[in-house]
């Protein structure tokens, strides 16, 4: 459903996107990660034909970016990062309008309106102004206008950034069911893990415009190369202590706190006391994306410095 060829996009100097290959199957609801400036909303912005493309090109539900930007539109739904709602309309007026851009036909948009609104369960406040909402509400109005017209691929860039928890998983439940049940592809970025663990089918890392990653949510916590993760309070160079015991994968150090990537914590955790002398607080869980994200994008990476993040870069390197 949405295809990427050498996809680049460049500001001047800075290449923003760097020759992005991806594919999305139809139905699938892949989340797009990175840090701050990696370049998601700038691929977003080039699939919806909101930016050409300096290099590369993709098709969307089929039809070219650069040479079919019309129908690439009428294809898709967008949700934008920063808030592009009317305020001073209703939620209502808001979809009636919006279908009318989008060329649907006086019945359709009546039926249509307060089937979206449902969706987002706004149907009792249809008829208030978008500034008379909560933050979330607006959220959902904007999921709803990006619904209005039935689009086969939803972009959403960040869709719950600043709502409160049960706001957050509503949302992500309308999103489910959606996709679900309707066929709808969903591009969506965010920075919270537990949104991509809990929406996405597969997910892609980003940085300075490159992906670094791409998977199952499964696949990505296994190519850490360890099922456990010892987190504990320690002042010692554990790298050295833990020098030749095979079970240990990799260790980062986040200022007192320390991480080791092991295999079967339950087995060797004996031996690695015994190594590393004491550890202070130990907890022991199972990989997060969390620990890909910072594993695959780590500040060493981030920073291009030594510093900290000696550890880091070996095991990034280890598994790239
Ligand atoms: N119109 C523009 N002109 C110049 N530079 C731009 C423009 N739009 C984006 N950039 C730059 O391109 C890079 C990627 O930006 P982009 O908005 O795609 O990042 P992002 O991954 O969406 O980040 P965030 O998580 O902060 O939303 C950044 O360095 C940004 O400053
Ligand atoms: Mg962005």
Known sequence: MIKTFK????FGELTAV???????????????????????????????GLLEPTNGTATVNEFDVKKQALEVRQSIGIVFQSPSIDDLLTARENLELHGILYGMN???????????????????RADGQIKTYSGGMRKRAEIARGLMHMPKVLFL??????????????????????????????????????????????????????????????????????????VAKS?????????GLKFVKGIERDGELVKIKVENAGKNLCQLLVKTGELGEIEVRKPTLNDVFIHYTG??????????????????????
Not at 110 to 124: A, H, Q, S
């Open 18 to 48: 760097d020759a992005l290959d991806l594919e999305i199957k139809e139905g699938e609801i892949f989340a797009l990660l990175g840090p701050n400036g990696a370049g998601k909303t700038t691929t977003i912005s080039m699939l919806c």
């Open 299 to 320: 500040k060493d990476i981030r920073e291009d410095s030594a510093e900290g993040g000696i550890f880091e870069r070996s095991m990034n390197s280890n598994n790239r």
């Open 7 to 10: 996809l680049t996009k460049k």
């Open 235 to 243: 002042d010692k160079d554990i790298a050295k202590l833990t020098k």
């Open 106 to 124: 006086k019945a359709d948009r009546t039926k249509r309106i307060p089937e979206v609104l449902e969706i987002v369960g706004l149907l009792d």
């Open 157 to 230: 860039d960040e869709p719950t950034t600043g709502l409160d928890p049960q706001t957050r998983t509503h949302i992500w439940s309308y999103i489910r069911d959606l996709s679900k049940k309707n066929h709808i592809t969903v591009l969506l970025t965010t920075h919270y893990m537990e949104e991509a663990e809990y929406l996405a089918d597969r997910i892609g890392i980003i940085d300075h415009g490159k992906l670094i990653a791409l998977g199952t949510p499964y696949d990505l916590k296994q190519s850490l190369g360890a099922n456990d993760i010892i």
